[in-house]
């Protein structure tokens, strides 16, 4: 069985950093892109990161120059390295995985992610 399971999120002052991990487990085929997706409160969910099994990225208007994407394919694990923490970078993160893609596609639309995590809080204050 398949789990997606984030880990790394936390309270943090505004200008800040922190590092989110998300590992896939229980997978025999391979993973092609891995998304981070944020959601506030009373907010729709919003891209923030994605990356392709092949190391292409796309990172989102919000959050460009600011956080970082990256993977090791060898350990099925994504991470976003988050600095320069916004209160308004405050949500809960999460993590998908795509299995129906290719090594170079990066799905924008949440649906189009096969399994997700449950998520992990990150609250920075001002």
């Known amino acids: 069985q398949v789990q997606v399971v984030e880990s790394g999120g936390g309270l943090v002052q505004a200008g800040g950093s922190l590092r989110l991990s998300c590992t896939v487990t229980?997978?025999?085929?391979?993973?092609?892109?891995m998304g981070w997706y944020r959601q506030a409160p009373e907010k729709q969910r919003e891209l923030v990161a994605i990356?392709?099994?092949?190391?292409?990225?796309h990172i989102g208007d919000s959050v460009k120059g600011r956080f970082a994407i990256s993977r090791d394919n060898a350990k099925n694990t994504v991470y976003l390295q988050m600095n320069s923490l916004k209160p308004e970078d405050t949500g809960v993160y999460y993590c998908?995985?795509?299995?129906?893609?290719?090594?170079?596609?990066?799905?924008?639309?949440?649906?189009?992610?096969?399994?997700w995590g449950q998520g992990t809080q990150v609250t920075v204050s001002s």
């Open positions: 990356i392709s099994s092949g190391g292409s990225t």
């Open positions: 229980g997978s025999v085929y391979t993973i092609h892109a």
């Open positions: 998908a995985a795509d299995f129906h893609g290719n090594a170079w596609y990066l799905p924008r639309d949440p649906n189009q992610y096969d399994y």
